[in-house]
């Protein structure tokens, strides 16, 4: 099945052909650890999350390597460890192991690696030097820059020319500097902060330097897809081609000698204004964790097409929970037919013929979905359309004892699809029951089984005084074929 991406640097949607199958790189930006990741940061750790599942379906597990770093060394840790009179990564492994953690709880798989820049200071240093022997850069006061006017590509990923830049510039004017737009790719530490030798003085990388040189050591040049947010093509992804495509030894100065591929997710805004710390808008994944499913927020980051703005607001939250609980509805009903129906004898060579027939070119459809540049808003209105089968099932015409087998199917179905979204694959009574401790799951356990006898009594004024005991807990009861269950009203 073709995958086709829109990619930045070309500017269309385009077919993905990896340079090796066997051996699929992708690098993601990954944060800088000083404090909260807010749900604005948490975009793109889903939806190249939802890529990487994709990948992996498509060229299978072990031969997708992905890496999205800790960015360990930065001015506004530096500035909170003096804060706080304390070593930097006292900082960044508190803040580094909280991202991770809040991170898995939106169902995103750890990536293949983590690099770090504090643990890959060598590569970092050999870059630059390379990038001196190859001449595009130049060491001047203790700095080392990257010379843009010899690398005459420079801008072709944000589509600005050095005039432009020049003219729409905010760039630290320094007496050292050939010209403004030069960047920094290493620099003298200020008395008091952290320092790594180099040849060119004590200091430490500048922040673009960093990603090229952990992309070149870890997973070699050229990787095949690089992303990110919209916000960091230019500088930062800009600043990186250059600098990997011109630390090449022989280098044929090819953008796509670095990354073959370029992938930016819109931002997630809050009234129409970029979430961002700098505005102050923000909400924080570590907050939003408490009050909500991971499986949730997960689901609302993707309700939008990933190149698309999306508004983040507590409605989404509560329809998407509705989404959520409607198919995972459908997936405790489809236990309770199995229960009821269980499987044949023989049930799995049945199943061998069904699966051909039937399921197989509906999960092909929904991989031919995510396909077409991860439109996971069409994957999730066809998530409704294998539930509405599924339902189907539950009715059959066909014979009884071949009830549960067609559910089981379908419901496997239904559980895979939603796999590749990274949703669904919870137990549905645990779903529904989530935000329930166990003594009041006992307790509506008992009050059920008291609801059941008072109405098999036909003691229908204990059966409506429970109901309302039931309500009072915030408890809502739905009665189906096969017994009621119940869930916490939203
Ligand atoms: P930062 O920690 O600001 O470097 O951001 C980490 C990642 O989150 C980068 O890929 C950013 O592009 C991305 N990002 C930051 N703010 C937003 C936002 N409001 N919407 C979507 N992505 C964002
Ligand atoms: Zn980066």
Same mark, same amino acid.
């Given at each position: 099945?073709?995958?086709?991406?829109?990619?930045?640097?070309?500017?269309?949607?385009?077919?993905?052909?990896?340079?090796?199958?066997?051996?699929?790189?992708?690098?993601?930006?990954?944060?800088?650890?000083?404090?909260?990741?807010?749900?604005?940061?948490?975009?793109?750790?889903?939806?190249?999350?939802?890529?990487?599942? +994709?990948?992996?379906?498509?060229?299978?597990?072990?031969?997708?390597?992905?890496?999205?770093?800790?960015?360990?060394?930065?001015?506004? #840790?530096?500035?909170?460890?003096?804060?706080?009179?304390?070593?930097?990564?006292? #900082?960044?492994?508190?803040?580094?192991?909280?991202?991770?953690?809040?991170?898995? $709880?939106?169902?995103?798989?750890?990536?293949?690696?983590?690099?770090?820049?504090?643990?890959?200071?060598?590569?970092?240093?050999?870059?630059?030097?390379?990038?001196?022997?190859?001449?595009?850069?130049?060491?001047? *006061?203790?700095?080392?820059?990257?010379?843009?006017?010899?690398?005459?590509?420079?801008?072709?990923?944000?589509?600005?020319?050095?005039?432009?830049?020049?003219?729409?510039?905010?760039?630290?004017?320094?007496?050292?500097?050939?010209?403004?737009?030069?960047?920094?790719?290493?620099?003298?530490?200020?008395?008091?902060?952290?320092?790594?030798?180099?040849?060119?003085?004590?200091?430490?990388?500048?922040?673009?330097?960093?990603?090229?040189?952990?992309?070149?050591?870890?997973?070699?040049?050229?990787?095949?897809?690089?992303?990110?947010?919209?916000?960091?093509?230019?500088?930062?992804?800009?600043? *990186?081609?250059?600098?990997?495509?011109?630390?090449?030894?022989?280098?044929?100065?090819?953008?796509?000698?670095?990354?073959?591929?370029?992938?930016?997710?819109?931002?997630?805004?809050?009234?129409?204004?970029?979430?961002?710390?700098?505005?102050?808008?923000?909400?924080?994944?570590?907050?939003? #964790?408490?009050?909500?499913?991971?499986?949730?927020?997960?689901?609302?980051?993707?309700?939008?097409?990933?190149?698309?703005?999306?508004?983040?607001?507590?409605?989404?939250?509560?329809?998407?929970?509705?989404?959520?609980?409607?198919?995972?509805?459908?997936?405790?009903?489809?236990?309770?037919?199995?229960?009821?129906?269980?499987?044949?004898?023989?049930?799995?060579?049945?199943?061998?013929?069904?699966?051909?027939?039937?399921?197989?070119?509906?999960?092909?459809?929904?991989?031919?979905?995510?396909?077409?540049? +991860?439109?996971?808003?069409?994957?999730?209105?066809?998530?409704?359309?294998?539930?509405?089968?599924?339902?189907?099932?539950? *009715?059959? $015409?066909?014979?009884?004892?071949?009830?549960?087998?067609?559910?089981?199917?379908?419901?496997?179905?239904?559980?895979?699809?939603?796999?590749?979204?990274?949703?669904?694959?919870?137990?549905?009574?645990?779903?529904?029951?989530?935000?329930?401790?166990?003594?009041?799951?006992?307790?509506?356990?008992?009050?059920?089984?008291?609801?059941?006898? $008072?109405? $098999?009594?036909?003691?229908?004024?204990?059966?409506?005084?429970?109901?309302?005991?039931?309500?009072?807990?915030?408890?809502?009861?739905?009665?189906?074929?096969?017994?009621?269950?119940?869930?916490?009203?939203?």
């Amino acid at each position: 099945m073709k995958l086709r991406l829109s990619d930045t640097l070309k500017r269309e949607k385009v077919e993905f052909i990896p340079k090796n199958p066997k051996r699929v790189t992708m690098y993601v930006c990954g944060p800088t650890v000083y404090n909260y990741a807010h749900i604005g940061n948490a975009r793109p750790v889903v939806v190249f999350d939802v890529l990487f599942r +994709l990948l992996r379906h498509l060229y299978g597990e072990e031969a997708v390597v992905y890496a999205r770093n800790i960015t360990d060394v930065d001015d506004k #840790i530096n500035q909170k460890a003096m804060a706080e009179g304390v070593d930097i990564d006292v #900082i960044t492994s508190k803040f580094a192991d909280i991202y991770n953690a809040d991170m898995t $709880a939106l169902n995103a798989l750890p990536p293949t690696i983590q690099p770090r820049v504090t643990q890959n200071m060598n590569a970092i240093v050999a870059q630059i030097a390379a990038l001196i022997r190859n001449g595009h850069a130049y060491a001047a *006061e203790g700095h080392v820059l990257f010379d843009v006017e010899s690398y005459k590509a420079y801008g072709s990923l944000s589509n600005r020319s050095l005039d432009d830049m020049i003219a729409g510039a905010r760039v630290e004017v320094a007496p050292y500097k050939k010209n403004p737009q030069d960047f920094v790719l290493w620099k003298p530490s200020k008395p008091g902060e952290p320092k790594w030798p180099s040849p060119w003085g004590e200091g430490r990388p500048g922040w673009h330097i960093e990603c090229s040189a952990m992309i070149e050591a870890n997973l070699g040049l050229p990787i095949d897809i690089h992303g990110g947010g919209h916000d960091l093509i230019f500088p930062h992804h800009e600043n *990186e081609i250059a600098q990997g495509v011109c630390a090449q030894h022989g280098h044929s100065h090819q953008e796509e000698s670095y990354a073959r591929y370029w992938m930016h997710n819109g931002f997630l805004t809050m009234d129409a204004e970029k979430m961002s710390k700098s505005l102050g808008n923000v909400q924080l994944v570590h907050e939003l #964790i408490k009050d909500w499913p991971g499986e949730v927020i997960r689901l609302a980051l993707l309700s939008a097409h990933y190149r698309a703005p999306l508004d983040w607001t507590t409605d989404l939250l509560v329809q998407t929970r509705k989404t959520l609980d409607r198919l995972y509805g459908t997936l405790r009903e489809a236990k309770r037919v199995i229960e009821t129906y269980p499987l044949p004898d023989g049930w799995e060579i049945k199943r061998h013929t069904v699966d051909g027939a039937y399921i197989k070119p509906r999960d092909d459809r929904m991989v031919r979905i995510l396909c077409d540049d +991860l439109n996971t808003p069409q994957a999730i209105a066809d998530l409704f359309l294998l539930r509405d089968m599924l339902r189907g099932e539950f *009715e059959a $015409a066909g014979p009884i004892e071949e009830r549960g087998f067609h559910t089981k199917a379908y419901m496997d179905l239904l559980i895979q699809c939603g796999g590749l979204l990274g949703i669904l694959q919870t137990d549905p009574d645990e779903w529904f029951q989530g935000g329930a401790d166990d003594d009041l799951s006992a307790k509506v356990e008992a009050l059920l089984v008291a609801r059941k006898d $008072a109405r $098999a009594a036909k003691n229908w004024a204990e059966a409506d005084r429970i109901r309302d005991e039931l309500n009072a807990l915030n408890v809502e009861v739905m009665d189906g074929p096969t017994g009621a269950t119940w869930k916490l009203k939203a």
